[in-house]
């Protein structure tokens, strides 16, 4: 479904062109697979192409954007168009005249259009081709890569109107801080167009209300370029962190005779980073880096999420009790980095790569996506780590040293760089313990220069529990326990199984004398290249509902400590296990069934759960009894939360979600939003089925499915997928499960 609405302009102050102006420039697209096609009116971000849930080969081939637009601009301005991504070949032509091309699917660029420009009817083309090109990271055939790069503008786009100023590529820095001081430092660049400036140029630089003391020089080989240094000692700043991720505002003004010609603001967070001999530490607190792995891909629409989408994957991440995030294996939607700084999550960053190294000019491409990925995200609060690094690929020395001197000198040494080869020049050694290493190799590891954090653990190693490629020792598994990809409609074995391989492994990293974090495989199920079926190694499936794994994580996050959590993992049907496992961070947890306490107890300690903050509880019920099963978590003596389960009955009702996380639907621009049908018997409980089927449908506006509209009840519920539209009047959503004779309504309202 296509939607057709009026240009929405939406004034910003975030560039790094430091402009006075930034226009969201996302509505009232026409869109075209070749010129001979019909026309679709579209907004972005956009898919050319909606893809099946479960993809076998993604649309490939050449599109054309087209952009009708009115911009009178005033004498002395220039205007930039800024792409945050486009896959992958871009061409932009406006008014007939090619106006510039970038090459790079995941990376921003900006487009000078100032001299094709009319007052009225502009024309603006973007020609876009994501076909295979080795010579493009990640360069890898479709066919033999572990994910989808989808085609299309599937980030936004922004026009950016700059005066004869431009703030460029400024460089905030936590030179050294603690809870009394810190010491910090900004450099940009300012270029000026000499014939449309008079000097002098008043610059000033505020964090908060304190205020930078600037020294400048002339670039040596220009003369209307100035480079800034500026130095400023904060007195009992507030620090940024995962449990207390307090940001400040940076603002950048250029006045030439006392009107403010360019104007840069950021949101920046003051924090000091170190990798010592025994961890990471964190403003002189060490800290174990909690986290998962995530691939930006959403069901049917493949990247084109917008940002309120992106953000709520964060809140997941946040939610699931993790403190990091890796990146893999490219560069993400400014948005979901923006969300990560205000929320708490460290992030490693990362240059497109998997399994591949191309043929030239590819080398040259990732020194220029590294480049262009750090002058994007150094500011960033929550971007510590730098993958530059082609993850799981066979490089060459001269390469990983150029790219680690590289990184190095565009951060000023602030922030770490991290391969998954053993190499000394980089700060962290990432391997993925899938990679034929026995378990004895994580705990004994000698670093030759570095830190060594797992960069992906927990999936099909585990086929044969911690033996890593060692399978002859374990020929007596059953399947289940075997393997750790499980979606979310298989049986409770199978899922409590991919939650304990999750656990052991994480166990098992926590022994590791070096280790300064773990990154599980993966945060949600997703997409790949070399293989038709979904990954399903997520502790979220790919519509983003949980599975036990979840809970897990929740139980463990040291973020969470403070919010008491208890989460019993079982369905309790005639098909349970008598072993009750019950997730909590909890002192104790009592068990109850059917109002009869079956056992409370503190957590008990093993081998796959010994070095773990919060260990399971596990409880023995002598014989299944259908009814309600209460797990309730104590600390000190008193009850601070609960869980319930219920034996499910008869189907008895169909009930409607909109799964917004607490952030609402965004009226100001496109958003993504799960809508949930479950199935529940009478008295509320979800009934744990996939036989059925339902029908969804939209009727609105500014509003519509983006999914087919039948679709399976997977465990009980069944999700399909909305797009809107900036919407300002009532979404109204009904479901049918024709089966059963049940249906439900509900209707949202701006």
Sequence with gaps: MRFSFFLL????????????????????????????????????????????LVMKGQFTGEVIYRKRFDYPLAKGKRLFIEFEGAMHTAKIVLNGKNVGQHIGGYLPFQIDLTEALKDSANVLEVFLDNREDPSVPPGKPLKELDFYYHAGIYRNVWLAEVGGIQIQVPHFQTIDANASSADLQLDF???????????PIQVEAKIGAATFTLSSESIADSTNVISYIGKLNLKTPQLWSPSDPNLYELKIHAIVANDTIAKHVLKVG???????????????????????????????????????????????????????????????????????????????DAIPGWQFFGPPPFEQRCKNDLEALIHRDRNHPSVIFW????????????????????????????????????????????????????????????????????????????????????????????????????????????????AYNFQEASNSNRKGANIIGEANWVCFDYNRGYSPDIEASGIYDICRLPKYAADFYKSQGLENTAKPFVSIASRWDTNSSSKVTVYSNCEHVELLLNNKSILKKTVVTGLASDHLPHPPFQFEIPAFESGKLVAKGFNRQVNVTSDQVQTPGKPAQLTLELDTLHEGIDTQKADLIFVRA???????????????????????????????????????????????????????????????????????KP
């Design 270 to 348: 003051i924090r000091k980073p170190e990798l010592k001999a025994d961890g990471f530490y964190l403003n002189g607190m060490q800290l174990f880096l909690n986290g998962t792995n995530r691939h930006q891909e959403f069901p049917y629409v493949g990247y084109a999420v917008p940002d309120n989408a992106q953000k709520r994957d964060a809140l997941l991440i946040k939610e699931a009790g993790f403190n990091f995030v890796r990146l893999s294996h490219y560069p993400q939607a400014p948005a979901f980095y923006e969300a990560c700084n205000e929320l708490g999550i460290i992030i490693m």
């Design 387 to 498: 993958e530059n690094s082609l993850n799981e690929t066979e490089m060459p020395e001269q390469f990983i040293l150029e790219m680690n001197q590289l990184a190095k000198s565009l951060l000023n040494n602030k922030g770490f760089t991290a391969g998954w080869i053993d190499h000394p020049s980089y700060d962290v050694f990432i391997p993925a313990r899938q990679h034929s290493k026995a378990p004895s190799y994580w705990s004994g590891y000698k670093p030759k220069a570095n830190a060594m954090f797992i960069a992906e653990y927990g999936d099909w190693e585990y086929y044969a529990q911690n033996a890593g490629l060692n399978q002859t020792q374990f020929a007596d598994l059953a399947t289940t326990e075997r393997n750790s990809r499980h979606f979310r409609g298989a049986s409770e074995q199978a899922l409590l199984q991919q």
């Design 189 to 199: 660049k300012l270029q000026y167009e000499p014939d449309w400036i008079r000097l």
């Design 678 to 748: 479950k199935l529940l018997d009478a008295n509320g409980t979800i009934i744990p089925t996939n036989e059925y089927k339902v029908t969804f449908s939209i009727l609105a506006q500014d509003a519509g499915l983006v999914c087919p509209a039948i679709q399976p009840m997977v465990a009980g519920v069944a999700s399909a997928l909305m797009r809107t539209e900036a919407p300002q009047q009532p979404i109204s959503i009904k479901v049918s499960l024709t089966a059963l004779g049940l249906t439900d309504q509900l209707i949202w």
């Design 9 to 52: 302009f939406v004034l910003s102050m975030t560039s790094c062109l430091g402009q006075l102006k930034k226009l969201l420039f996302n509505d009232n697209w026409e869109f075209q697979f070749k010129p001979s096609d019909p026309v679709s009116v579209i907004s972005l971000p956009h898919s050319p192409k909606l893809e099946p």
